[in-house]
Every structure is written in structure tokens, then in C-alpha cells.
């Protein structure tokens, strides 16, 4: 099994570019249409890029056996996803 | 959706903020945001969060590098930001439920301390040189995590990365190089700023447009700065811009005692 054909930096580096080349399309649209809902998606592009390359971190590293990082990873992602959670119950 | 002559003025803004960044190596959000409220009016929540939303951006292309480079401390980063993660959540919490006066405040005494730090710095004849530590005792890494801790609930308060105090830690606390710990420091504050601006767009506070005009400036003048980097004197800019937020600090002081 090929676990290195994505890595984590690719993920940073193009879940970013991504995010902004819809924030550029967005801004466009804003400015001439009043559109703001492709905006919204290229801010949550952004936002969710570093805690996916997280989420490589933990199933690269799960792969490898190198339980250590897997667990601290798995627990960063954790903590993310339990306060969406409650964002997601208490709005 | 903000008028043409503030998106652009924000993407100036933001270019000069990138190049001051990778020049200087302060953080962006110190300078996003005093320039957001100072200059351009903006309300200090929106500023606070557009500001952390473009810090993800800067952040994760610089870690992107550093990540290939394999000079970022995985164990070190994951270990901590968990709770830098809770930190910065604890602390866009607080910002969206205390009144604006009392965070431009917060980041106006956060400023007075960046700028003096700056100023010491750049005022040092000698770089102070780290001593590797090796083993780190159980103290020094409970110590570790407060701090973290704190950077968190700092950068989720008041829209910076926390890199000032993270590097610090890491480097004298933990005992990694200084190479190592600014590179780890990085990859960390994209998601310390993730964790904080989840809080504020949950909320719906950040301005989109403001964000695109931000990342959008930031990149390019963070890369003309780095190409800039070795014409330039390091120590002069610093100085210059450490009097800057200096200024930048006492006027967020004197706006909330209405003296200015």
C-alpha cells in the first residue's frame, strides 16, 4: 500500500491554493453579483486544510505503526471535531 | 460585501504586512490587526477574526515547506496543541462575549509587549545564543503546556499567531534548535488559529471578502520580502517596525481611556 503518495504538506500547500483560487472566483462573483456564499466556502476550505493534514498525520502514521504521533494526532483532530460538535448543538 | 477602496487598501495592507513579516519574522495578526482597527475602522471582532483566517493561510504555506523539509518536531507540535487548540477556542469565546473596549485593551498591553520585545532584540548587539537542554524534566514540559496553553487563549482573543511565545518555549524549555522550533512553531499556529476561528465563523463574524483581500496580499509580499532579505538590514526594519506597533499599542490603550 502506497502511504506516501499524499502527504501532509501537499495537503497544506494545495488545500490553501485551493481556498484561495475560490476566494479570488468568490470576490468576483461578490463584487458583481452580491453573491457571498462562494466566499463562505473558500474560508472553510482554509480552515478545515490544517486539521486535514492532521488527519494524514494520523492515518499515515497509523499505517507506519508509529502509534506515538498517531494517538497525539488522532487527539488533536479529536478536540476539533468535539467543539464543532457542541458549536453544532448549542447554535 | 466592503467597498473596492477598503478591499484594496486591505490587500496593500497586507502585502506590506507580508513583507514586514518574512523580513522582521514577527507574526502577521500583530500587524493585521492594530492596521484593521486603527486605520481602517474596523470593528475589533471582525478584525480579531479575518485576521486569525488569514494567519491559517501564511501559516500553512510556510509549513507546507517546512513539513517537506522535515524540520518540523511532529511529536513536540502534536503534543501541545491540543491544548493551545483549547486555549484558542477558550479564548474566541471570550472575545465574541466581552465588550470591544476591553479587548483592544488586551491587545494593546499584547502589542506593548511584542514592540518592547522587539525593540530589545533589535537593540542587542549579540544574538543570544539557546542552550540545547537535551532531556526536558516533567516541570519544564507541565510548564511547556501552560504556556501553550496561554499562547492559544491569546491568539484566539486577539487574532495573532503566538509565535512569540511559542518559539520561546520550545527552543529554551524543550531544548529544540531554534531552526526546529520556529519551523514546528508554524505548522502549529495554523492550527491554534483553526481552532479559534471555527469559534468565530460558527458565529459568522469574519468578513469574507476581508479574508480574500488579506491572504490574497500576504503571500506575495511575504515572498518579495523573503527575496528582499538579504539586501535589507534585519535589525534596522525590526526597529523600525517595533516602534510602529509600539505606537500601534499606545494608541489601542489611549482609545479605550478615550484620550485619543
Redesign the interface.
Known amino acids: 500500500m502506497r502511504c506516501d503518495l499524499v502527504r501532509e504538506y501537499h495537503v497544506l500547500r494545495y488545500g490553501v491554493i485551493i481556498g484561495l483560487i475560490i476566494l479570488v472566483v468568490g470576490l468576483i462573483l461578490s463584487l458583481f453579483t452580491k453573491i457571498n456564499i462562494v466566499l463562505w466556502i473558500g474560508i472553510y476550505v482554509i480552515i478545515s486544510t490544517p486539521i486535514t493534514s492532521v488527519m494524514f498525520i494520523f492515518l499515515r502514521n497509523l499505517v507506519k505503526g508509529n502509534n506515538t504521533i498517531a494517538v497525539l494526532a488522532l487527539i488533536e483532530v479529536l478536540v476539533v471535531v468535539f467543539y464543532i460538535l457542541i458549536a453544532i448543538h448549542v447554535l | 460585501?466592503l467597498p473596492?477602496l477598503t478591499?484594496f487598501l486591505l490587500f496593500i495592507g497586507a502585502l506590506a504586512v507580508g513583507f514586514v513579516s518574512a523580513i522582521s519574522g514577527i507574526g502577521g495578526g500583530s500587524l493585521i490587526v492594530p492596521y484593521m482597527i486603527l486605520v481602517l475602522g474596523f470593528d475589533v471582532r471582525v478584525a480579531v477574526a479575518t485576521s486569525l483566517?488569514a494567519i491559517?493561510?501564511t501559516?500553512?504555506?510556510a509549513?507546507?515547506?517546512y513539513?517537506?523539509d522535515r524540520i518540523v518536531d511532529?511529536?513536540t507540535a502534536?503534543?501541545l496543541?491540543?491544548i493551545t487548540?483549547?486555549g484558542a477556542?477558550i479564548g474566541a469565546l471570550i472575545t465574541t462575549s466581552i465588550p470591544p473596549n476591553i479587548i483592544k485593551a488586551g491587545l494593546g498591553f499584547i502589542l506593548l509587549y511584542v514592540s518592547l520585545s522587539m525593540l530589545a532584540k533589535a537593540l542587542r548587539r549579540r544574538s543570544s545564543k539557546v542552550s540545547a537542554m537535551g532531556k526536558t524534566s516533567s516541570t519544564r514540559k507541565t510548564i511547556a503546556l501552560l504556556v501553550s496553553f496561554f499562547a492559544g487563549l491569546l491568539s484566539g482573543m486577539f487574532g495573532i499567531g503566538g509565535g512569540v511565545l511559542k518559539v520561546p518555549i520550545m527552543a529554551g524549555l524543550l531544548g529544540l534548535p531554534i531552526k526546529t522550533a520556529v519551523a514546528t512553531s508554524s505548522f502549529m499556529v495554523?492550527?491554534t488559529?483553526?481552532?479559534g476561528?471555527?469559534?468565530y465563523?460558527?458565529k459568522g463574524i469574519?468578513d469574507?471578502?476581508a479574508?480574500?483581500?488579506l491572504?490574497?496580499g500576504i503571500?506575495p509580499g511575504a515572498y518579495l520580502g523573503a527575496r528582499k532579505l538579504e539586501k535589507l538590514r534585519p535589525r534596522t526594519v525590526r526597529l523600525v517596525f517595533a516602534i510602529i506597533l509600539l505606537y500601534a499599542a499606545i494608541r489601542l490603550i489611549l482609545s479605550v481611556a478615550h484620550i485619543l
Open positions: 460585501m473596492a478591499l483566517v491559517i493561510v501559516s500553512s504555506v509549513a507546507s515547506q513539513l517537506k511532529l511529536k502534536l503534543t496543541e491540543p487548540t483549547i477556542i495554523g492550527l488559529a483553526t481552532g476561528s471555527i469559534v465563523v460558527s469574519p469574507p471578502s479574508v480574500a483581500a491572504a490574497l503571500i
